[in-house]
């Protein structure tokens, strides 16, 4: 094994950040519980000092614990939440009552963990990743703050993830896809026996929508840990969705109660279910869902959603012409985001500009956004592993035609040739035209940063 040195106090916010990303990257796995388990114990378990909902799903996790986190603050509760990737920087990871860490709070999490991060290193057979130490570093944070209940989103996975330390007294698992497959199966059927490994004893699992053959595997799952399966369809869901500005009106169905006009400041089909999905998760947390503990309020549970932000999620950061930006990384994703597009939108035309990582399914990705795209930019963002623009444009030609193809490796430069292609075409036509920036989060990440955020 390659020997870190220890780990010395951080001064600043970016003395931190090199610290971290001087460890395994969150791409290079050694699939085992070992060393979070070493680093959590000499931590002191901060894990079970208070209860957590644990997250997993191919897509929609994110948006669905930003959800779970605001309707548990609306009940008063203090809330740990803990997502990846982040969009803009690191310290998003880690949030305190639905805020990220500050820069002094995050080298301060990660002064706490530091020291011990050496003695894992020369206790195991391979050193901490960058991953494992942050998990680290989010539920001390929690410990310390002290939260009343964490929410918690797996990175990869589910069985061996870092973050499956915790033991979620609500699991929830969103949509389950292809993604991932060279670490997690090349089935959905194999993905969903990982991801269901979050299912603990005793504890509710609330289950999206899903193939037969993947609620299959999670029902065995939970039947196997005496777990409660509460399902999407059967057992809550959406009762209708409207098309409003800025988002969605809903009625949804909880697991004792229906709650109307919930206006949702986020769009598409795929946002309503995350809702459906986050207000049983709550329901289940509270007691409501089993009897045992009060009814959300109607007022309570509006006034909470329409405080939902999702960053980088159909994220409408630019006018004239409009930008907007989605971290849809996989086909499954892009299906969702497509059908948002068409449901909530009405760009013409609409310009993609799609960089991706070397590691995905380009091909798939590329396939479900041709129908929706008048003509695509390909590109690529700053990452090592980031596949190169050339090459992402050789796969996208066969799909979209020649014609319709760009290559600009620069991704600035990419936004500034879509958006004048959106406007040239728009220009003699009644509808304005439009910039979707998708492919993976690093990119909407990085097109946020030049953007300059939200306008």
Same mark, same amino acid.
């Given at each position: 094994m390659t020997e870190l040195p220890a780990a010395r106090p951080a001064q600043t916010y970016a003395e931190a950040e090199d610290a971290l990303l001087s460890r395994w990257p969150e791409t290079k796995l050694e699939p085992s519980l070992m060393r979070i388990r070493a680093f959590a114990e000499l931590l002191g378990d901060p894990q079970d000092a208070y209860p957590?909902?644990?997250?997993?799903?191919?897509?929609?996790?994110?948006?669905?614990?930003?959800?779970?986190?605001?309707?548990?603050?609306?009940?008063?509760?203090?809330?740990g939440r803990f997502t990846s990737p982040h969009v803009e920087r690191m310290s998003e990871r880690i949030s305190i009552d639905g805020e990220p860490l500050g820069d002094e709070q995050f080298v301060d999490a990660f002064n706490d963990v530091a020291p011990y991060t050496h003695l894992v290193d020369l206790d195991q057979p391979f050193p901490l990743s960058f991953f494992e130490t942050v998990v680290g570093m989010a539920y001390?944070?929690?410990?310390?703050?002290?939260?009343?209940v964490a929410v918690v989103e797996v990175g990869m996975g589910g069985a061996w993830d870092a973050t499956n330390v915790a033991d979620g007294t609500v699991a929830v698992v969103t949509p389950i896809g292809l993604d991932h497959t060279q670490y997690l199966g090349t089935t959905t059927t194999a993905i969903a026996r990982e991801k269901s490994g979050i299912i603990k004893p005793g504890a509710t699992v609330v289950v999206a929508a899903q193939t037969p053959d993947v609620l299959e595997v999670l029902q065995e799952r939970a039947d196997e840990v005496g777990a409660r399966l509460l399902l999407?369809?059967?057992?809550?869901?959406? &009762? /209708?969705?409207?098309? +409003?500005?800025? $988002?969605q009106v809903l009625s949804l169905k909880g697991v004792r109660g229906e709650y109307d006009d919930l206006f949702l400041p986020l769009y598409g089909a795929h946002q309503a279910q995350n809702a459906a999905v986050a &207000? /049983?998760?709550?329901? +289940?947390?509270? $007691?409501a869902a089993d009897g045992t503990g009060a009814l959300l309020g109607d007022e309570l549970v509006r006034d909470a959603f329409a405080k939902v932000t999702s960053p980088g999620r159909l994220e409408i950061v630019r006018r004239s012409p409009t930008i907007?930006?989605?971290?849809a990384h996989n086909p499954h994703g892009a299906e969702a985001t497509a059908?948002?597009?068409?449901?909530?939108?009405?760009?013409s035309p609409l310009v993609g500009v799609i960089g991706v990582m070397g590691d995905k399914d380009a091909e798939g990705l590329l396939a479900a956004?041709?129908?929706?795209?008048?003509?695509?930019?390909?590109?690529q963002n700053s990452q090592s592993r980031?596949?190169?623009?050339?090459?992402?444009?050789?796969?996208?030609?066969p799909i979209f035609g020649e014609d319709r193809v760009t290559v600009v490796a620069d991704l600035a430069t990419a936004i500034d040739a879509a958006a004048a292609l959106a406007e040239s075409d728009s220009a003699d036509s009644l509808s304005s035209g439009a910039v979707l920036v998708t492919g993976s989060v690093v990119t909407v990440g990085e097109a946020r940063r030049l953007l300059g955020g939200p306008k």
């Open positions: 957590v909902i644990h997250l997993t799903g191919t897509n929609g996790k994110t948006s669905t614990s930003r959800m779970i986190d605001t309707l548990l603050r609306a009940l008063d509760l203090r809330t001390a944070k929690f410990a310390e703050a002290p939260v009343d999407e369809g059967r057992d809550f869901g959406v &009762l /209708a969705t409207t098309a +409003a500005v800025g $988002g &207000l /049983a998760a709550v329901e +289940a947390f509270t $007691g907007v930006l989605d971290a059908a948002a597009l068409e449901d909530s939108f009405s760009f956004f041709e129908p929706h795209l008048e003509h695509l930019v390909v590109t980031a596949m190169r623009a050339a090459r992402l444009g050789e796969i996208a030609i």
